[in-house]
């Protein structure tokens, strides 16, 4: 079978996006550990305005591939791939549990990111095959790269919510004279928040003060009682309800999004991403076959101990408690193909697009973003 060929020739390509902090190692498949990084991130995000790069030269035609076709393709020894801290991080902790036991096709060498600054120049710098990016991030990859960078999987719905310390907030109009701490300056967050504002009829900056402030300050804030609003994602949302003495969920910025959204589109937040030039079709199908598995694990109501304990045992949440509390907001899900991924993922493109068009790479991606795969689960 014909494999992806794209041909990349990154120069200088660097990204400084807003998220926490931290410092990461890596698990060399297949015997290592995860890291030692600061609390899990919360925004996972990227915004072009941040970045500097290159085009490079390389092809966007999307080939179908099926898995008869696929069957007899070599498989690597081994790949490098890259979660975040955070839902992305939490739906891949079964994935590497297996790789550690050597339970899968292919070893793995697993970086584990609190900041996605750390994870999107290897991308680009070819260190990492496969990674799990902000959404947009990925459309920004796809225009820089022109094509080399594809989105194999969604594995992420929004997680984004409006916490209060008191209850006078019941709706977006609620905010109106408030001021809400904020994570995800210039990237996904802050667009997201933007455009739920607007819709309701208030101006960021002018109705409502947005203060951008690290993710650790705001929840010691929310927490010690200092702060009236913020807005963060799971889990570091659960982190303040489960400590903050009056915190409560005031709105779930998924479901403003759908009250307000035109075209249908969900809020949907993270990717899996990769490499077009050095994965093959085999590699990719034998990846989502092992990824899917592990998210439909860590999400089952039936494994919510289990997969509390991965999620702590691999750092990706700081306690078991506040894991088993967030788990089943995390937003996990798995759709794959084409299709499917284009009606998550096209109309929040275009809502990001209109809201700052840098924060998708300057142009709407075409359909060459999404990988094309033949796989009997949800969305193939």
Request: hydrophobic residues 40%; aromatic residues 6%; negative net charge.
């Amino acid at each position: 079978m014909k494999r992806i060929i794209a041909l990349i020739a990154a120069i200088g390509l660097i990204f400084t996006l807003a998220a926490c902090g931290g410092t990461a190692g890596t698990e060399k498949a297949p015997e290592t550990t995860e890291s030692q990084t600061a609390p899990e991130t919360a925004s996972e995000t990227a915004s072009e305005t941040e970045t500097a790069s290159e085009p490079e030269e390389t092809g966007s035609e999307t080939e179908t591939a099926s898995e008869t076709e696929v069957e007899s393709e070599p498989l690597p020894e081994s790949l490098n791939v890259g979660f975040l801290k955070g839902p992305t991080g939490i739906g891949a902790a079964y994935f590497m549990k297996q790789n550690r036991e050597k339970a899968l096709e292919i070893a793995y060498n697993v970086t584990l990111e609190a900041d996605a600054a750390n994870v999107l120049p290897s991308i680009i710098k070819g260190e990492l095959d496969i990674a799990a990016v902000p959404t947009n991030a990925a459309a920004v990859l796809y225009n820089k790269t022109e094509g080399n960078v594809k989105i194999l999987a969604i594995n992420t719905l929004g997680v984004l919510h409006i916490l209060e310390n008191g209850e006078t907030v019941q709706s977006v109009a609620d905010l109106k004279g408030k001021t809400i701490l904020a994570t995800g300056q210039g990237a996904n967050p802050e667009f997201v928040l933007n455009y739920i504002l607007r819709a309701n009829g208030l101006e960021p900056g002018t109705d409502v003060t947005v203060e951008f402030l690290p993710n650790d300050e705001i929840v010691a804030k929310m927490t010690a009682g200092e702060a009236e609003v913020c807005m963060l994602p799971v889990p570091l949302a659960t982190t303040v309800l489960m400590k903050g003495e009056n915190a409560r969920d005031a709105l779930d910025l998924n479901a403003e999004w759908e009250k307000v959204s035109t075209d249908g589109s969900i809020l949907t937040q993270g990717c899996v991403v990769y490499r077009a030039d050095k994965v093959t079709d085999a590699a990719a199908f034998s990846f989502l076959r092992d990824y899917e598995a592990s998210i439909n694990y860590m999400k089952d109501e039936a494994n919510l101990d289990a997969a509390a304990e991965l999620a702590v045992e691999f750092e990706i949440v700081g306690a078991v408690p506040v894991a088993k509390a967030a788990l089943p907001q995390c937003g996990l899900t798995y759709v794959a193909g084409r299709d499917a991924m284009k009606g998550y993922l096209d109309g929040y493109f275009n809502v990001l697009f209109a809201a700052d068009p840098t924060s998708v790479g300057g142009k709407l991606p075409d359909d060459g973003i999404y990988y094309e795969v033949d796989l009997n689960s949800e969305g193939a």
